[in-house]
């Protein structure tokens, strides 16, 4: 059930500087909040929402040896299974040529931003967040992929996300999409001669790197809930899905 209420998050826990950031969209698909901060900012931002769901750009939990028993299933060779440890729905994006970090089996050897997105879940699920789709309940999550999302959207692998251009392009595909966020093509009407001599560009018209992959995760979670026909899931659910905003993938990403 949808409420009328409801709010649309999305939240990239970096594990740096400032661990957590998070967008909110509105049921129109306007920007109604951003910002970063620590775990405790975020908890209460979404203790504050009436309804919502949200989508996280991390995993759960570390794999369940899937992607292992699938390759041992096909009678491949040991020397095949060095990369098997991943989980399934990182080995399927692979195969679309989505290039995806792997979640190992042990939490120990995971990066440091998934343990901090394994954290995170456990506290969601201590203040009451049930996993998307779940009958009647107010608050909840499903998982989702900035990088996997961003090829769905441009049906090609984007530009380096560390890049100006790069941000640029993921900023304009969710502009397109409708979204209530700021117009990247701004960003060009306000350079000038005088401006480009000095080094000064207009950058307040372009989303930071973990801004865009928390809008993208928000608008994601407004697909889900609001437009379900319109976005895939991948993965196991056992072991962990992602939803990604379109209706099907490409066959291959390049």
């Not at 769901?53 to 699938?70: H, T």
């Not at 679309?96 to 939490?107: D, E, L, N, Q, Y």
């Not at 931003?113 to 954290?119: A, I, L, R, T, Y």
Request: glycine fraction near 8%; proline fraction near 7%; charged fraction near 20%.
């Amino acid at each position: 059930m949808l409420f009328s209420k409801t709010t649309f998050i999305g939240i990239d826990p970096s594990g740096g500087r400032h661990p957590f950031t998070y967008a909110a969209l509105d049921k129109d698909c306007q920007l109604v909040a951003m910002a970063a901060g620590e775990v405790e900012d975020m908890l209460a931002f979404l203790g504050g929402q009436q309804a919502t769901v949200v989508a996280i750009n991390a995993p759960r939990s570390p794999n369940k040896g899937l992607v292992r028993k699938k390759l041992e299933e096909q009678s491949l060779t040991p020397g095949h299974l060095r990369g098997a440890d991943m989980r399934l729905v990182e080995y399927e994006l692979r195969e679309h040529g989505i290039s995806v970090s792997p979640t190992p089996s042990r939490p120990e050897t995971c990066a440091a931003w998934m343990q901090v997105g394994f954290d995170f879940y456990l506290k969601l699920d201590g203040t009451g967040f049930k996993p998307f789709p779940s009958e009647n309940a107010t608050h909840q999550w499903l998982e989702t992929h900035p990088h996997a999302a961003f090829c769905s959207l441009l049906g090609q692998l984007p530009l380096p996300k560390p890049t100006l251009e790069g941000r640029l392009q993921r900023q304009l595909a969710l502009y397109e999409q409708d979204i209530g966020i700021k117009d990247p093509m701004e960003f060009f009407d306000e350079i000038t001669r005088h401006r480009l001599l000095k080094g000064i560009l207009p950058i307040e018209y372009i989303y930071t790197a973990e801004e865009l992959d928390a809008l993208v995760a928000a608008y994601t979670a407004f697909l889900a809930a609001c437009q379900p026909g319109e976005v895939v899931w991948i993965g196991n659910k056992q072991e962990g899905q992602i939803v990604l905003p379109v209706s099907r993938l490409k066959e291959s990403y390049s």
